[in-house]
């Protein structure tokens, strides 16, 4: 027969956390934020239950503050897509959305779901994350203002228009320098590309990236990408590394590229291909 674990589900909003525990859907606890202490009554309640998991779902931004306070007072916490959460729900005929019923699911989830990667949230990135989101969000302004300046016709609107869209781009521009500085000092393994190790006596298995933040490691390999038909030292150095499997190629260029612009950071120069 199968044996659950006791879990708890958390459904989080700005001011609420709504808990539900696995298997017993019947105990349930309702917790302001702003409540003093609010941290300390949630993990004595979840430990008086025999609470040993954790589950919630990205609430924008609104799980991490959860998170941080429940794995720094020893639980194991997992943070589920929302989307595999409705699935999830769908999938046992779960079909009524509120905040208790969706802290059941995620109680439900995480008592059954297989548990890969219940790691602690790496806080000391979010700084990095924080950039990037933002740096996302001054391009849709950017957009946003290349788009109207195509039908607008009032000679002040434009004006103010493409004022606006050149002070966002000098915003972009200073955002990339932070980003420069923030990933020279977290490292290339905070993105994803420096290689592991797979050896295993006088066994030498192939080398693998792994870990680090996907989305930096697009932003990277888009950017790679262009280095590597523009760029005159990505280029020469791709060329090289002829022969090799194509993800091993842009792997190399990936971390070379990263090599330089944390070189740039560190000496506080701009690019030139001779220091490269």
Known sequence: MAQFITAAGIDVSKSWLDVALWPDDAAVLHIERSEAGCFDRLAAWLREQGVSRVGLEA????????MDALQARGFEVVR?????????????????KNDRADAVVLAHAAAVLPVRHATARQAELDPLVELLNYRRRLHDWIGDCTNQLEHLRDKVLRRQTTARRARLHREVIAIDKKLAAALASSGASGVGVAPFDNDSGNRRGERHIQGGRARLRRILYMATLSATRHNPVITAFA?????????????????????????MVRDATDWSPKAA
Do not use: D, Q
């Not at 609430?59 to 959860?66: D, F, I, P, W």
């Not at 589920?80 to 005929?93: C, S, T």
């Open 59 to 66: 609430s924008g931004g609104y799980e991490t503050e959860v």
């Open 239 to 263: 060329k090289r590394l002829a022969g090799k499997e194509p993800k091993v190629i842009i792997t190399a260029c990936m971390r070379k590229l990263l090599v330089i612009l944390n070189a």
């Open 80 to 96: 589920y897509n929302a989307y595999r959460i409705r699935m999830f729900a769908k999938a046992n005929g779960r079909l009524a």
